[in-house]
């Protein structure tokens, strides 16, 4: 049986880490608003840039992009960019999405290496461990994400699919959904998968004139539709691992609660029990004299 001591030491330690886990989750609610937002923002956006290129179908030739060539099954490699978190304290939200990329390996890797991009050190401290050839990686990417780090990430992805030396990339990551629930993607980025026409609302639709041409404007979009597709896996994750860690947070507060109630009332028996066999102790004396 503890001691008074042990259990107001652990009583102690109980309370210490309640007052850290509710900061934590008042700072991870906070810091979900903003991200939240920029997801908010950035889906529209994603969505027309897509519209406008489903437009542009019906105008152009799609099989002279190098960015939509697809090429024969088995020719290299393909690049998995795993988008994990730099930090721990937010339940499943890493082990959910190294798990789907240890499938995506064994699935794709029977026949062929599979080549990795790493964000967060998460996943860069996994598969360094696991002796994985990783092309690049990317720590403290989230501290201060902006639209720039994704256009760097989508450019060398793109460099690698253009010369070759990858045949196909795609994202791993964790999708914002809501407060409660986020889902894991594992989604084709390059290739650009085949568009198709985008049926005219009813009524007609507008024809629009396209200047320089709609050659041209499909060419510039397809590069910049892959940035955005970048910008907006990131940004989904961050508003993700801030969602699972205000979630993780709020159920270690609530557990610390119920501990401390537990602990306290354990106490109160110890110490009355104590209390107990001290006056059974004087009766017995004063009965003996």
């Known amino acids: 049986m503890p001691s008074l001591i042990d259990l107001r030491r652990r009583i102690r330690a109980v309370k210490s ?3 850290i886990t509710k900061a934590m989750k008042m700072i991870a609610a906070s810091r979900l608003k903003r991200a939240q937002d920029r997801v908010v923002a950035a889906r529209p956006f994603a ?15 799609q099989g002279v992009h190098p960015l939509l060539r697809v090429p024969p099954a088995g020719e290299g490699r393909p690049l998995l960019i795993v988008i994990s978190a730099d930090r ?18 064994v699935t794709e890797g029977r026949d062929r290496e599979v080549a990795l991009g790493l ?49 196909s990339v795609y994202l791993v990551y964790n999708e914002f959904k809501s407060v409660m629930s986020q889902r894991i ?9 085949r568009l198709e026409d985008v049926q005219e609302p009813q009524g007609g639709g ?14 510039d979009l397809l590069p910049r539709h892959v940035q955005v597709q970048v910008y907006r896996a990131l940004i989904e994750s961050n508003a993700a691992f801030y969602a699972a860690q205000m979630t993780a947070m709020d159920a270690a507060t609530r557990n610390s609660a119920e501990m401390l109630e537990s602990l306290t009332l354990y106490m109160n028996k110890v110490r009355q029990a104590a209390i107990t066999r001290e006056i059974i102790e004087v009766v017995s004396g004063a009965s003996a004299t």
């Open 17 to 19: 880490t309640q007052q």
């Open 47 to 61: 969505q027309r840039m897509l519209r406008v290129l489903n437009g542009l179908v019906s105008r152009v030739d």
């Open 88 to 105: 721990g304290l937010c339940g499943s939200f890493n082990s959910n999405v190294l798990k789907a990329a240890g499938q995506f390996i």
């Open 119 to 167: 964000i967060g050190r998460k996943s860069r401290d996994f598969f360094r461990r696991r002796g994985f050839e990783v092309l690049f990686e990317r720590v403290g990417l989230f501290q201060r994400l902006q639209f720039g780090d994704a256009v760097d990430l989508a450019d060398g992805a793109m460099e690698e699919f253009t010369s070759g030396r990858v045949s």
């Open 185 to 193: 993607v594992v989604e084709q980025l390059l290739p650009i998968p």
């Open 206 to 219: 507008v024809d629009y004139l396209y200047e320089p041409g709609p050659q041209e404007i499909f060419a």
